[in-house]
T-cell receptor, first 112, second 112 residues
Framework: DVKVTQSSRYLVKRTGEKVFLECVQDMDHENMFWYRQDPGLGLRLIYFSYDVKMKEKGDIPEGYSVSREKKERFSLILESASTNQTSMYLC???????????FGPGTRLLVL | GEDVEQSLFLSVREGDSSVINCTYTDSSSTYLYWYKQEPGAGLQLLTYIFSNMDMKQDQRLTVLLNKKDKHLSLRIADTQTGDSAIYFCAEAFSGGYNKLIFGAGTRLAVHP
């Protein structure tokens, strides 16, 4: 079974703090993704990575950065958290040989 | 551009069939997916259909694809209370590292 884990289920941070969200997959997948989910908007792609140290912007990258130093780990960074980044963050991964993305359980972030 | 639309709510009686509908605008998608999200959880892949298929059946789930109308549906037979969740339709594209475009999600409520 594919397993995608995220470091925290819930996080509460203050405006201006630097926030790290971690995602780990155990299936040697090349591609990893970060989405945010907001009610009525579905999932929107923030960033994705197709290999170690490689990254591409998604549809809403502003205010975020990412890091992929190891194949199994993809980090999402909020350099200076703002209240409009309060959301559910979902990580996903897939192999290059298959179309299907597998999701982690999500991190619900509240920025005060 | 790419857009995926779903109705936001559906309420059904336990034991009835549920039909969740989705329309999309871009006909170049390769796969179309249905994901399920239970409260507080990540997205669980339910089923998917390749874009050159019309129908796929998997136990209680039936997926119908009408390419001419760009319409996708998910039918759940004998709906149970455990089926209460948000259901996301998504389309995948072969370019852009399998970019997934999600609908806003349909919240299915199953009542006795």
């Amino acid at each position: 079974d594919v397993k995608v884990t995220q470091s925290s289920r819930y996080l509460v941070k203050r405006t201006g703090e630097k926030v790290f969200l971690e995602c780990v997959q155990d299936m040697d997948h090349e591609n990893m993704f970060w989405y945010r989910q907001d009610p009525g908007l579905g999932l929107r792609l923030i960033y994705f990575s197709y290999d170690v140290k490689m990254k591409e912007k998604g549809d809403i990258p502003e205010g975020y950065s990412v890091s992929r130093e190891k194949k199994e780990r993809f980090s999402l960074i909020l350099e200076s958290a703002s209240t409009n980044q309060t959301s559910m963050y979902l990580c996903a991964s897939r192999t290059s040989l298959e179309e299907t993305q597998y999701f982690g359980p999500g991190t619900r972030l509240l920025v005060l | 551009g790419e857009d995926v639309e779903q109705s936001l709510f559906l309420s059904v009686r336990e034991g009835d069939s549920s039909v969740i509908n989705c329309t999309y605008t871009d006909s170049s998608s390769t796969y179309l997916y249905w994901y399920k999200q239970e409260p507080g959880a990540g997205l669980q892949l339910l089923t998917y259909i390749f874009s050159n298929m019309d129908m796929k059946q998997d136990q209680r789930l039936t997926v119908l694809l009408n390419k001419k109308d760009k319409h996708l549906s998910l039918r759940i037979a004998d709906t149970q209370t455990g089926d209460s969740a948000i259901y996301f339709c998504a389309e995948a594209f072969s370019g852009g590292y399998n970019k997934l475009i999600f609908g806003a999600g349909t919240r299915l409520a199953v009542h006795p």
